[in-house]
């Protein structure tokens, strides 16, 4: 089945500092999804892909569609504490819409006091 | 935007009872919904797809049996654990899309303890 990898697993910053992180899968997507989990909650949309190439911002967070359909980016600027959380990427599985989504590994922030 | 629910958020039973968990898409209508588990530390994974007025469809390793979906209406699923037991101690997310969007939208989640 389709497998999404995301990197890093974890990563521990500084508030102020940018973050990066990817997504990659060996299939081809057709949407890119981003979501943000609090500890207990469940995951709250960030950013939505649609396009090969596309680049969409929402606030301090801009991610990106690769070309090659197999992988995408999310950035974060200027970190602040809320940003605190763990980040997935999801895409559907069916590639037809509206359809079941396969979620990513998770790239868990932390930001050091 | 829109806005799915959970109920409970959380529950403590004993082993071999059974537990219900709904979920409802509160400001719109929803024809399918999708149950998922997390484990601690773990990602989302999809146990089934609900629909509404037909047979759930489970993924591979899933029993059907185990965990009984029900979708009455257009607003809401649940989700049966029968008889459970400490290894379905778990996180339990439903979301449901929103039409013309392939987009989801999650539930808080119910957290289940199984003692």
């Given at each position: 089945g389709q497998q999404l990898n995301q990197s890093p697993q974890s990563m521990f910053i500084q508030e102020g500092e940018d973050v990066s992180m990817n997504c990659t899968s060996s299939s081809i997507f057709n949407t890119w999804l981003w979501y943000k989990q609090d500890p207990g909650e469940g995951p709250v949309l960030l950013i939505a892909l649609y396009k090969a190439g596309e680049l969409t911002s929402n606030g301090r967070l801009t991610a990106q569609f690769g070309i090659t359909r197999k992988d995408s980016f999310l950035n974060i600027s200027a970190s602040i504490p809320s940003d605190v959380g763990i980040y997935f990427c999801a895409g559907p599985i069916s590639n037809f819409g509206n359809e079941k989504l396969t979620f990513g590994t998770g790239t868990r922030l932390t930001i050091i006091p | 935007g829109a806005v799915v629910s959970q109920h409970p958020s959380w529950v403590i039973c004993k082993s071999g009872t059974s537990v219900k968990i709904e979920c409802r898409s509160l400001d719109f209508q929803a024809t399918t919904m999708f149950w998922y588990r997390q484990f601690p530390k773990q990602s989302l994974m999809l146990m089934a797809t609900s629909n509404e007025g037909s047979k759930a469809t489970y993924e591979q390793g899933v029993e059907k049996d185990k965990f009984l979906i029900n979708?009455?209406?257009?607003?809401l699923s649940t989700l049966t654990v029968t008889s459970?037991?400490?290894?379905?101690s778990s996180f339990y997310i439903c979301s449901a899309p929103v039409w013309g969007k392939e987009t989801q939208y999650f539930g808080p989640g119910t957290r289940l303890l199984v003692l």
């Open positions: - | 979708h009455a209406s257009l607003t459970a037991h400490p290894e379905d």
